[in-house]
């Protein structure tokens, strides 16, 4: 609004970081370079420093780093813990839950900030009266293996994510077991009454697959388009502990009001709380002049989201290749987001061990 050029980096606990400010653009652009150089550096120095293993599950020497097997698919049980990328608290805990949309936890089997009695149950709670913080496991037969207790809360929490992560991965490699299985329509058919019959007639020729199919496809849409409908946050302005963010339900979008540069940021940042009780902290379904933050349908970030969200999604796909066939924009929890399609069986998970 002011015609200046600003240079900045928004950190991950979602503050932003102004570098430079002016009316010199050729002086914006020299900052923007060498704070681009220096990220690129720092990101090549951490990762020759790696120190290489071998993976439990091929054999093949992979960076330390790595929580998952590039060969193999494998988990990496000896991955190094990143405390700038990975949750530190409950609360961090369960936002990461609810962005990667991961199944109910009733499903999953693993809960977040509850000392749960069941059999069968991951979790991870702070204990009221002592105020340390305990990892469990309830096993089938009802016992209790504890994994850690203590008041290091970024240790425990760092305990249970991990275990989260690899029960992900293995349920995501069962799916893509049960996919692949080529005796798949045989089996079905060998069931007795209906269900027989009418796999006999859906699987006996190419036009009975292809019909199912479009019934299958059909029906997902439908239950997709319900669901988000009904699910999604509608669009406005909210208010959560003294921040105002607004959601855009056309592009699925939150932003955050910054009070210092009076105007509004793309985040991806949002509390558990919020994402899952947004009904709670509806401020205003439209602007009002009285509101002590901007019209977001003024603000020139968000006019540019708009205009070049259909480009920016094909051109986002593509990414930077640093010769060591590493993805610059991918994320580093990519392998943790859940496939809606994909089922979650908890009876697969070894309820025996102790962890």
Known sequence: ????????????????????????????????????????????EQKDSNDKVKCPHCGKLIDASLMVCPYCGGPNEKAERSANSEPQTIEELKSWYSLNKLPPEKVTRFFIGKDIKEKQAFGIYKDKNSGDFVVYKNKSDGSRAVRYKGKDEAYAVNEIYQRLREEIINQKKRNKDIKGNTNYSSKIKDEPGLLSELAHIFFSDVYGITALLLILALSAGIFYCVYWIFTSPSSGYYNYNNQNYYHDVAESKWYVYDDKENDWIYTTDIDGELFNNYDDYIDSYSYSSNKPYSDISDDSDYQKDHVSSSSSSSSSSSSWDDDDDDDWGSSWDNDSSWDSSDSWDSSSTDWDSDW
């Open 1 to 44: 609004t002011d015609g200046k050029y600003i240079v900045y980096e928004i950190t991950h606990e979602g503050k932003r970081n102004v570098f430079y400010r002016g009316s010199d653009e050729t002086s914006a652009v020299e900052e923007a370079c060498r704070l681009i150089s220096n990220k690129v550096k720092t990101y090549r």
